[in-house]
């Protein structure tokens, strides 16, 4: 659990974490471990990025990160849903910059908790799947893929549904007239 959060506060990559996790304590109990330690990194960076840099980023970007802004106070528990469901995003980005949002903090980790799950139990399913095929299972490496697969459309999906800043902005702007 501290590998994880040291390396999601240095930003490392999760997915070789969420791999060896896997490996070493196979996909429940690996899903469990990653999950807590994720959850854990997750609201450290939050707070550490909330507490020290918010107004100081809020006052450098301004224009185009009101809009971004408003658009996370607004949809922040689903935003946070869907990017936690995709894998190249590093975890510890997407925490230091949700950080410097206005999202709710119960949005926020409502969000996480939700997307995390689904996040990680491919790569976990896939660090347990390649000891599995090594005793010659290839079902686990094969439902990890799907789950995998799964994921990459959904948030496609929903990526594409999604609105502008810039409209999530003038929505914002147009409720607190």
């Not at 009101?66 to 689903?78: N, P, R, S, T, V």
């Not at 903090?105 to 896939?126: A, E, N, Q, S, W």
Request: hydrophobic share 55%.
């Amino acid at each position: 659990i501290l590998l994880y959060v040291l390396g999601t506060l240095l930003i490392l990559p999760s997915t070789p974490l969420n791999l060896t996790g896997g490996a070493i304590f196979g996909a429940w109990w690996g899903t469990l471990w990653t999950t807590v330690a994720a959850i854990i990194a997750a609201i450290v960076a939050f707070a550490f990025t909330r507490t020290i840099g918010r107004d100081l980023i809020a006052q450098k970007l301004a224009g185009r990160w009101e809009a971004i802004d408003a658009e996370m106070h607004q949809g922040g528990l689903f935003y946070m849903f869907a990017i936690r469901l995709l894998p190249i995003i590093p975890y510890g980005i997407v925490n230091f910059a949700a950080g410097l949002t206005s999202i709710r903090f119960r949005d926020y980790l409502v969000g996480t908790l939700l997307g995390t799950v689904p996040g990680v139990l491919p790569f976990v399913m896939m660090g347990s799947g390649l000891q599995a095929l090594s005793r010659g299972n290839i079902l686990p490496l094969m439902f990890a893929f799907t789950l995998t697969s799964m994921l990459v459309g959904v948030a496609t999906w929903y990526r594409r549904r999604r609105q502008s800043p810039a409209a999530a902005l003038k929505k914002t702007d147009q409720k607190n007239r």
